[in-house]
T-cell receptor, first 112, second 114 residues
Framework: GENVEQHPSTLSVQEGDSAVIKCTYSDSASNYFPWYKQELGKRPQLIIDIRSNVGEKKDQRIAVTLNKTAKHFSLHITETQPEDSAVYFCAASSSGGFKTIFGAGTRLFVKA | DADVTQTPRNRITKTGKRIMLECSQTKGHDRMYWYRQDPGLGLRLIYYSFDVKDINKGEISDGYSVSRQAQAKFSLSLESAIPNQTALYFC?????????????FGSGTQLSVL
C-alpha cells in the first residue's frame, strides 16, 4: 500500500544552523506534499506545502524541494531558532485528496 | 475564529467500556476525519466522511465506528475499548473546494485505556 518514509526520526541542531528532513513516498499518483509542525502538547498545523508541478517552494526560513522522479521531498529550515523545536510530519496525497499518508515524524531540537 | 473542537481533552477508561469522542467544527468544511497518533508511527487515518451520508474506512478502522450527525459534527466510538487503543486522537477537517487536502486539526483527545 501507500507509504511515506521520513528521516531522521530525531534531529538536534545548534541555533542558527540549518536543518533538513527528508521523505520518500511510494504512490506515483501522489501530487500534493504538505508539511505539518506539531509543538509540544499542540495540534499539528500546516507550515508549507508543494504540488507536483513545482520543484521548490520557499517561505521565509523554510523551503521544500520535490524530486518526482526519485519520489523524494525535503524540508529545509535555515537559521534555526529555539521556537523551531517541534515534531515535523511530511505527508503525501493525490488529487481528490481523500487520503493523506503521513510520515512517522521528526523530532527537531534546536539548542540555544 | 473558525475552529475544530474536540471533547473531551483527556479520558481515562477501562478495558471493555464503550467510549465516544466528539468533534465539531465551525469552519464550514465538508470533509471530516479521525486520526490516531502514536509515538514513532505518525498520524494514521481511522475514518473519514465527505458529507453527512458518506462514511469511509481508513487505514486502521477495526475496533472503531463513527457517526456524522451533521455537517459540523463527527463522532468516533470505541465499542469495547482495549489497552492498545491508548493514543492521542485528532479530528480534522478539509475544504473540498480547494482540490488538495489541507487539513485543519482539532486540539486532540488523549485517551488512556487501562
Amino acid at each position: 500500500g501507500e507509504n511515506v518514509e521520513q528521516h531522521p526520526s530525531t534531529l538536534s541542531v545548534q541555533e542558527g544552523d540549518s536543518a533538513v528532513i527528508k521523505c520518500t513516498y511510494s504512490d506515483s499518483a501522489s501530487n500534493y506534499f504538505p508539511w505539518y509542525k506539531q509543538e509540544l502538547g499542540k495540534r499539528p498545523q500546516l507550515i508549507i506545502d508543494i504540488r507536483s508541478n513545482v520543484g521548490e517552494k520557499k517561505d521565509q526560513r523554510i523551503a521544500v524541494t520535490l524530486n518526482k522522479t526519485a519520489k523524494h521531498f525535503s524540508l529545509h529550515i535555515t537559521e534555526t531558532q529555539p521556537e523551531d523545536s517541534a515534531v515535523y510530519f511530511c505527508a503525501a496525497s493525490s488529487s481528490g485528496g481523500f487520503k493523506t499518508i503521513f510520515g512517522a515524524g521528526t523530532r527537531l531540537f534546536v539548542k540555544a | 475564529d473558525a475552529d475544530v473542537t474536540q471533547t473531551p481533552r483527556n479520558r481515562i477508561t477501562k478495558t471493555g467500556k464503550r467510549i465516544m469522542l466528539e468533534c465539531s467544527q465551525t469552519k464550514g468544511h465538508d470533509r471530516m476525519y479521525w486520526y490516531r497518533q502514536d509515538p514513532g508511527l505518525g498520524l494514521r487515518l481511522i475514518y473519514y466522511s465527505f458529507d453527512v451520508k458518506d462514511i469511509n474506512k481508513g487505514e486502521i478502522s477495526d475496533g472503531y465506528s463513527v457517526s456524522r450527525q451533521a455537517q459540523a459534527k463527527f463522532s468516533l466510538s470505541l465499542e469495547s475499548a482495549i489497552p492498545n487503543q491508548t493514543a492521542l486522537y485528532f479530528c480534522a477537517t478539509s475544504d473540498s473546494d480547494r482540490g488538495h487536502e489541507k487539513l485543519f486539526f482539532g486540539s486532540g483527545t488523549q485517551l488512556s485505556v487501562l
